[in-house]
């Protein structure tokens, strides 16, 4: 593994069902991020998290659930999808305090 | 509240300069970033500016004014390969990133 890894790639998800987004990094960055991109509106923080065992809700939480176990793992959890939260999905982790981010490749959700 | 602006579209032709300008409005101020994002990529970081001025790093170039809340990317000698979006952010007094929506760059021959 070199640098972030998202899975999966891309999905398509029924309405209501839960999905959960991995990613792993091998940086051991402290800090880890989740963002969503849609057309036109650039990249919307989701979850993030500074520290394993502690997370911190962005701008655009609701629907959303995220873990911090340990360093490496952050995944993101929809509960129950939406057609609303078909997007692409944007793992990145930093240094704390810093914005330097190292994206994962995406995620592609499309919820029907 | 907080927000960023950059033009939507720029076209550009092969061998030229253009300049992508960003307008912030932030919360306190740690520092604006820019990155570049390739169709159906991810982003990956340019450059940061903390101070007033310019910093250039090869054919890429970036300038802040903090008094005037504004930036811009430089690209010089502009390649085939420099046509995508480039995102601008300014992190604000939480070290939280404000995200601009991204100026799509379209390189002609």
């Known amino acids: 593994i070199a640098g972030i890894t998202q899975a999966p790639t891309s999905q398509i998800l029924a309405a209501g069902r839960r999905m959960t987004l991995r990613c792993t990094q091998d940086?051991?960055?402290?800090?880890m991020y989740w963002y969503r991109q849609d057309l036109g509106l650039g990249l919307r923080l989701i979850h993030y998290s500074n520290t394993a065992g502690t997370t911190g809700k962005g701008e655009v939480p609701d629907g959303y659930s995220v873990s911090r176990a340990n360093t490496d793992d952050f995944p993101l959890t929809l509960a129950s999808a939406v057609p609303s939260q078909t997007s692409v999905y944007f793992c990145a982790s930093s240094e704390v305090n810093t914005g330097e981010l190292f994206f994962g490749e995406g995620s592609r959700l499309t919820v029907l | 509240g907080q927000n960023i602006d950059q033009p939507t579209e720029m076209t550009a032709t092969e061998g030229a300069i253009v300049q992508i300008n960003c307008t912030y409005q932030t919360s306190g101020f740690n520092g604006l970033f820019w990155y570049q994002q390739h169709a159906g990529e991810a982003p990956t970081f340019l450059s940061y500016?903390?101070l007033d001025g310019l910093e250039e790093k090869g054919r890429f170039s970036s300038f802040l004014s903090r008094s005037k809340g504004y930036s811009y990317l430089l690209l010089k000698e502009l390649q085939m390969k420099d046509s995508a979006s480039y995102l601008c952010a300014a992190m604000d007094s939480n070290y939280q990133l404000i995200w601009g929506a991204g100026t799509k760059l379209i390189i002609k021959p």
């Open positions: 940086m051991r960055h402290n800090a």
């Open positions: 500016n903390v």
